[in-house]
């Protein structure tokens, strides 16, 4: 059973440019949450996705940011017209129940150029 | 919005020593999850606790899910180099329908030789 995959690992955008993140969750997993993470520093929410629906993405900046969990296919971190300030880890969990564990992938490094 | 204190932020320790963490919230919580991560990489889950009273081994590991509910200690014992890592304590914080994994702020353990 293959754990939480992400990718890419490391991800270089020039200012202005668009990134996308992939998480592939845990089989079964239907659960997925994104978290952003600066170095020296914590996790930090940023939004919750069961397939085809945001529950809960109070932690996810307003503009130019986005997630989406399809029915088919992975979950999509968009990060549109990325800043330098966007540079930092973004990391996925899955879980299969809302109350349970959440396992996480091994991230995706952003810098941004 | 809700957050989890986790204390100490930073342990320096002999090998061979014990080392105590804690988290403590104003709210209670359902779950206390604990979490440890490597430099690079992801959280890996440690130990998982659903019940008050509860307390879980894992190895060297033993945690415990406070009586009120509103704390959870990480106990490791006769510790090595590759305990080294970031600790992190996590709970499921509710909103409305809504609910994140949040995070507390780590504990950056270090051993000695």
């Known amino acids: 059973n293959a754990g939480v995959m992400q990718n890419p690992r490391h991800l270089v955008r020039r200012r202005g440019q668009e990134a996308r993140l992939r998480c592939s969750p845990m089989?079964?997993?239907?659960?997925v949450y994104w978290y952003r993470q600066l170095p020296e520093e914590g996790l930090k929410f940023m939004v919750y996705l069961q397939k085809e629906n945001i529950i809960d993405e109070s932690g996810m900046p307003k503009e130019r940011f986005s997630a989406e969990f399809p029915k088919e296919g992975p979950s999509i971190l968009r990060i549109q017209q990325v800043v330098r300030g966007d540079s930092a880890a973004y990391f996925c969990?899955?879980?299969?129940?809302?109350?349970?564990?959440?396992?996480f992938g091994q991230g995706t490094r952003l810098t941004v150029v | 919005g809700q957050q989890l204190n986790q204390s100490p932020q930073s342990m320096f320790i002999q090998e061979g020593e014990d080392v105590s963490m804690n988290c403590t919230s104003s709210?209670?919580?359902?779950?206390w999850l604990w979490y440890k991560q490597d430099p690079g990489e992801g959280p890996v889950l440690l130990i998982a606790?659903?019940?008050?009273?509860e307390l879980t081994s894992n190895g060297r590991l033993t945690a415990q899910f406070g009586i009120t509910r509103k704390d959870s200690f990480l106990n490791i014992s006769a510790s090595i180099p590759s305990d080294v890592g970031i600790y992190f304590c996590a709970g499921p914080v509710y909103s409305g329908s809504a609910r994140q994994l949040t995070f507390g702020s780590g504990t950056q353990l270090t051993v000695l030789p």
């Open positions: 606790l659903y019940k008050a009273g």
């Open positions: 089989k079964g997993h239907s659960h």
């Open positions: 969990a899955s879980s299969p129940l809302s109350d349970s564990e959440a396992f």
């Open positions: 709210s209670i919580f359902n779950t």
